[in-house]
């Protein structure tokens, strides 16, 4: 596994973690995204483009 892949998902584990475990304020306004769910998507889609990076072999630094 790459470091680029390792680098990748640890960002979004981190991510993740830091949604779930995170106190976030109520949202003020109702047309953004609340911040819990926008971390977990974005953990989530880091987190799997580290690990294709990671199955493709891609990122051998």
Not at 19 to 24: E, H, K, Q, S
Not at 27 to 36: A, F, G, H, K
């Amino acid at each position: 596994m790459g470091l680029r892949g390792k680098i990748l998902i640890g960002l979004g584990a981190s991510l993740i973690a830091w949604g779930l475990t995170g106190d976030w304020p109520v949202e003020s306004d109702p047309t953004l995204p609340e911040t819990r769910s926008f971390f977990l998507f974005l953990g989530g889609v880091v987190g799997s483009a580290g690990l294709l990076i990671a199955i493709r072999g891609g990122g051998d630094t």
